[in-house]
């Protein structure tokens, strides 16, 4: 049996993926660790871990004990978090990466995923259909850290010969927890806000768009990005991952073929600066070419998918 661990879990994308990973795999040959616990009680069914990843002590014992196949890191301070507390976000985002890596050239783990971000591209990338191979030009200390996190694997896969693979994801929208501190995270909230029928103020300009991603296909990307062989991967930084771009106006109108009463606010705040350096839409044709990545879930479908997910989690609350 592969054994996993998901350093993270607590997190947006940490949940929905150990899910994913119990259902396919079963609880037992995944563990899960944060520094806090998660709130999802199906999540509980795996072995838990408390672990701060930037204590190279604690994560080296822990590697040593439960002898993992692969190691999903995806502990980290998000953009907007980040720039309130910008040396946190560099101790976290980069030591914990680091230790990682050192782990995996002592030969602790067999392979390692870790996640980087569409944060990375900056006002020097195209806005559209950015390649692969663009300028990495971020203006964020979350954006920084995925830039350097991205040479730092490839320098380990290179040099010691780490098989560490990783993916930029766009904004990822799921319902099963709460955004984490991100400036996309205004697509996950505002189908919170839909389902109780309440108005939703945007932190965004109606007219910014962004690409973005439903987190099925994310997790979906993510193992099947592990699931190839070695030999198939050719980027050793990180791949482009893209889907589906739109902005508030658009995700606001998609919501009211379910809620036809919604009500959209704008407010932009700092968040909008941020997001005015990424790019509208990604080229991931590298991903498709390399491990036969392709997105299925548009924006239509993913409100369906959330609103009727949202009806559902309020009708539990109130019985």
Not at 153 to 173: A, Q
């Amino acid at each position: 049996m592969v054994r996993r661990l998901v350093i993270g879990a607590a997190g947006q994308l940490g949940i929905e993926l150990v899910l994913q990973m119990q259902a396919e795999f079963g609880p037992n040959s995944v563990d899960i660790s944060d520094i806090r616990v998660p709130d999802n009680e199906a999540v509980l069914r795996s072995k838990f871990l408390h672990l701060d990843a930037t204590d190279e002590g604690a994560l080296s014992r822990i590697l040593e004990e439960g002898k993992y196949d692969e190691v999903y890191h995806l502990a980290a301070m998000l953009s907007a978090t980040g720039e309130k507390k910008p040396l946190a976000a560099w101790d976290l985002n980069m030591q914990s990466l680091l230790n990682i890596l050192e782990a995996a050239k002592e030969g602790w783990i067999n392979r390692v995923f870790w996640p980087s971000s569409i944060a990375v591209f900056g006002p020097g990338t195209p806005k559209n259909k950015v390649p692969q191979s663009a300028l990495l030009d971020p203006t964020t200390v979350y954006g920084i850290s995925k830039q350097a996190g991205e040479f730092w694997c490839r320098y380990y896969h290179e040099k010691y010969g780490v098989d560490v693979r990783s993916v930029r994801y766009p904004g990822l929208i799921g319902h099963r927890s709460l955004p984490g501190g991100g400036t996309t995270d205004y697509a996950v909230e505002i189908y919170h806000y839909a389902a109780k029928d309440e108005a939703y103020t945007c932190f965004l300009r109606a007219d910014q768009v962004l690409p973005m991603m439903f987190m099925d296909d994310a997790v979906r990307g993510t193992l099947e990005l592990m699931n190839a062989p070695k030999e198939k991967i050719t980027i050793r930084t990180s791949y482009n991952l893209g889907a589906m771009s739109f902005s508030p106006t658009e995700i606001g109108e998609s919501i009211r073929q379910h809620k036809p009463q919604f009500e959209l606010n704008y407010a932009p705040d700092q968040r909008q600066t941020i997001a005015e350096s990424w790019p509208c839409s990604i080229d991931d044709s590298s991903a498709q070419i390399d491990w036969g990545w392709k997105p299925q879930i548009m924006l239509d479908d993913m409100s369906e998918i959330m609103m009727k997910a949202m009806a559902k989690e309020n009708e539990t609350l109130k019985s």
